[in-house]
């Protein structure tokens, strides 16, 4: 009996991490396309955030039928993943800064609040799982960061198409590395404190 109930676990779970994943590849590429339209860093920014996500929730996705140890494992190269992305927003920020760009505010606008959708509905998929482990947790903590960073592109869009002005796009490119990094530091010390519990009860491996 119990071993079914896990299975149905397993089973919802990978089917939900496989939704979630389709919809961050779908707008990742939304992403990476209206912020080469638009030479928005933004959306450039959001755009590697969602793709860095999917590789997370293909990482969930093999996790899930494996061990505790291999589970933290995976949240590990996660958290670290989020961090190396963090990284690539603030040097992409940089070479716009240097360069000049010239987004633009309408495009920002749309394309936040279609992503802003599709976050929602991650979020809403993900709440629906009980008891979720380390990498389910992983992967609620990277839609809400993206939901967050929609806000933001929000606004940034709202006053580059005000103000004629990019530092609005660039200043939000580097706020969502920021909420990358965050979340970046959260997972690893999730992954980090399952590792103790599991030394402190212990688990088997």
């Known amino acids: ?56 929730y293909g990482i969930s996705l093999l996790a899930l039928s494996r061990s505790s140890k291999w589970k933290r494992g995976a949240a590990n190269v996660s958290g670290g993943l989020l961090l190396i992305f963090a990284v690539g927003i603030l040097i992409d920020a940089w070479r716009r800064y240097v360069g000049g760009s010239e987004p633009l505010g309408t495009l920002m606008i749309a394309m936040s609040l279609i992503a802003a959708v599709v976050n929602l509905a991650c979020i809403w998929l993900l709440g629906r799982l009980k008891e979720p482990d380390v990498n389910i947790r992983a992967a609620n903590t990277f839609s809400l960061n993206d939901f967050a960073s929609n806000g933001g592109i929000l606004i940034a869009g709202g006053l580059v198409w005000w103000l004629g002005s990019n530092w609005p796009d660039l200043v939000v490119g580097v706020a969502v590395a920021g909420i990358a990094a965050w979340g970046g530091i959260g997972i690893l010390r999730d992954a980090h404190d399952e590792h103790h519990k599991a030394v402190h009860n212990h688990q088997p491996e």
């Open 1 to 56: 009996m119990v071993e079914s109930e896990f299975s149905e676990k397993n089973e919802k779970e990978r089917q939900t991490l496989w939704i979630v994943l389709g919809l961050n590849l779908a707008i990742a590429a939304g992403f990476f396309a209206t912020g080469a339209i638009g030479d928005s860093s933004a959306l450039i920014a959001n755009g590697l955030d969602n793709t860095s996500d999917s590789l997370v």
